[in-house]
């Protein structure tokens, strides 16, 4: 994977879906972005209907990044509580790598627990 060189923007989906026998179950899935970063990015997560702000100014439709931030665009959930945006090499919260991120959740109580939607992120 080669690293970026100039100012880009990439995109990406994602999803987590679990069936919790139990409220507080956990779970996590995680992405990697199509080039290296030159450093890691700040995270973002905005919950199914924020607004748009000035670091994840898009839409879940239309997800965009300002520069050196990761935006997580939520689309759906049911029965969740968000965790955190991870970096999945070092398994650290609030964080992300230069090779991608991933989300955590954990389930309100027993059943389907899901969490999907679409991300953002501009080289630093």
Known sequence: MGQSRSVLLLRGTYSTLFNASAASQFGQTSWTYQVQLASAPSVNFMAQGSAPTT????????????????????????????????????????????????????????????????????AP
Do not use: H, M
């Open 55 to 122: 670091n994840c100014p898009g839409s879940t439709a239309s997800p965009s990044a300002a520069k050196g931030q990761l935006c997580v665009y939520e689309v759906n959930f049911t029965n969740r509580t968000f965790v955190c945006i991870y970096a999945p090499g070092p398994n650290v919260c609030s964080a992300s790598d230069v090779f991608g991120a991933g989300i955590e959740i954990t389930s309100v109580a027993a059943g389907l627990t899901f969490s999907f939607g679409t991300w953002a992120v501009t």
